[in-house]
């Protein structure tokens, strides 16, 4: 039950990591103010680090090779941290729309400590996940956003992380039938379990898990819903639930080997172009296509309708699989693998000081703080694909690090760490100074 104090529960090991898997019961998730609610997913972090460990460890023994690549993973977390920067500023815009319609029009009100309101409230949110979704593949505007997390070519619990920033602008509206008679602390409740089970049936290491697999969404089932090969594409929906699937007629079965990603690839590891590209083709595509209604169409058709084709597109246009893909992976030095992984590590160090602290930061730090974590994730893309400008994005990024951090803004509660970085990024700063030199001087050796 909800406890008398005015923050937050606290929550043991045991429960976050039973929250993780959506079974932590009614009478140790219930809550009388939202204010008491956890924030399960932040407290999930360390799990969500585990279990990757993990997955590597079980994927080795397994197939003698690893579940995931640097390059593909650096950018799903940063996607999943970039996803995540809007909530450091602003309540959800889920529980703020949610919390006006519960105080301005609802019709009554089902007790918060009640199990059939919690059970009531976990059927109400996977079956709104479920339309969200659906619609969110079937609508072009709603698939810019949501394609995002499609956009890898693994699938590991790396993937699970990968989200976009744009997409929960437009999920809230599809709770808003539950405010009208559910607690806002109850639906944030399951808000955040119905997240977070999703993020352990993204991986290969699990195959089948028996008679679960006609109810629940298992690791089988959304590794179809990742699927490029044809009889993938729009299936299998659920969030928690495989049964909205199974009624809706949009279910399949896993059967031929899954080839993960979009059918057409972006092919980048860069997160805000991983964000905008779809949109910047959307609105290239309006322009182009002629007629006010056809207009209307490339924004609430399908991402595979045009001129004189179904609503959802024409399913023998979509690429054929032949299981010989190769997945985007440009070449770098090994080297630049490690420097990606320990500067990521500084970053996601940040990103989670971020989180501790920021009821007690300026506005001004705050911001400072997520513009230089949105400029290193752009620049670890760029190094990822080994760019031309990667070097100048990197020497601009360490010494702005430098010079704020030793004015105060970055500074890290262990101060052990403040000569560390000061001489880390210092060392980055020459050593890629060195690199764009030589890249000029081999420039000019090659035009005389």
């Known amino acids: 039950m909800g406890s008398a104090a005015g923050g937050p529960r606290a929550t043991t090991p045991g429960q976050q990591l039973r929250a993780l898997f959506y079974v932590l019961p009614p009478g140790e998730s219930s809550f009388r103010t939202l204010e008491e609610v956890p924030d399960y997913v932040e407290k999930s972090i360390p799990f969500f680090i585990a279990f990757i460990v993990l997955e590597f460890a079980v994927s080795w023994v397994q197939k003698h090779k690893l579940s995931g690549r640097i390059n593909d993973g650096i950018s799903s977390l940063s996607l999943g941290i970039l996803s995540r920067l809007p909530d450091v500023l602003f309540r959800s815009v889920d529980l ?6 519960w105080n301005n029009y609802r019709l009554f009100e089902l007790p918060w400590d009640s199990p059939w309101t919690w059970y009531l409230t976990f059927l109400g949110v996977d079956f709104a996940y479920y339309w969200f979704h659906r619609i969110s593949h079937e609508v072009n505007i709603l698939w810019a956003a949501h394609q995002v997390h499609h956009s890898s070519e693994d699938y590991n619990l790396f993937t699970a992380l990968r989200q976009s920033v744009l997409q929960k602008y437009t999920s809230w509206m599809f709770n808003l039938p539950m405010a009208l008679f559910i607690p806002p602390s109850v639906f944030a409740v399951h808000l955040q379990f119905n997240l977070l089970y999703q993020f352990w049936i993204h991986t290969e290491v699990i195959t089948n898990i028996g008679p679960l697999e006609w109810i629940l969404n298992t690791p089988s089932h959304h590794r179809v819903h990742h699927g490029r090969n044809p009889y993938c594409i729009d299936k299998n929906y659920g969030g928690t639930l495989i049964i909205w699937d199974r009624i809706f007629g949009t279910f ?6 899954v080839v993960y990603g979009l059918t ?8 805000i172009l991983l964000q905008l590209r779809p949109l910047a083709h959307i609105w290239n595509t309006f322009w182009a296509t002629p007629g006010f209604c056809n207009k209307l169409s490339v924004l609430f058709k399908g991402p595979g309708w045009g001129p004189g084709k179904p609503r959802l597109g ?4 979509i690429p054929v699989v032949t299981g010989k893909e190769v997945p985007f992976n440009p070449r770098v030095p090994a080297y630049l693998n490690c420097y990606a992984v320990m500067h990521f590590a500084v970053i996601m160090e940040l990103y989670i000081d971020l989180l501790a602290t920021v009821t007690v930061l300026s506005q001004g730090t705050i911001l400072l703080r997520i513009c230089f974590i949105i400029l290193s994730l752009t620049s670890f893309g760029f190094l990822m694909e080994n760019r031309p400008k990667a070097g100048i994005l990197e020497i601009i990024r360490c010494s702005v690090f ?5 004015l105060g803004y970055l500074r890290n509660q262990l101060t052990l760490l403040d000569c560390a970085y000061e001489v880390l990024f210092s060392l980055c700063i020459a050593f890629w100074g060195i690199q764009v030199m030589k890249r000029i001087t081999s420039s000019k050796d090659k035009h005389v």
């Open 264 to 271: 057409h690839p972006v092919n980048s590891f860069e997160p």
């Open 96 to 101: 703020i729309s949610y919390i006006y319609v």
């Open 314 to 317: 024409l399913p023998e246009e």
């Open 402 to 406: 430098l010079s704020v951090y030793k």
């Open 252 to 257: 399949e079965a896993e059967d031929a080997k």
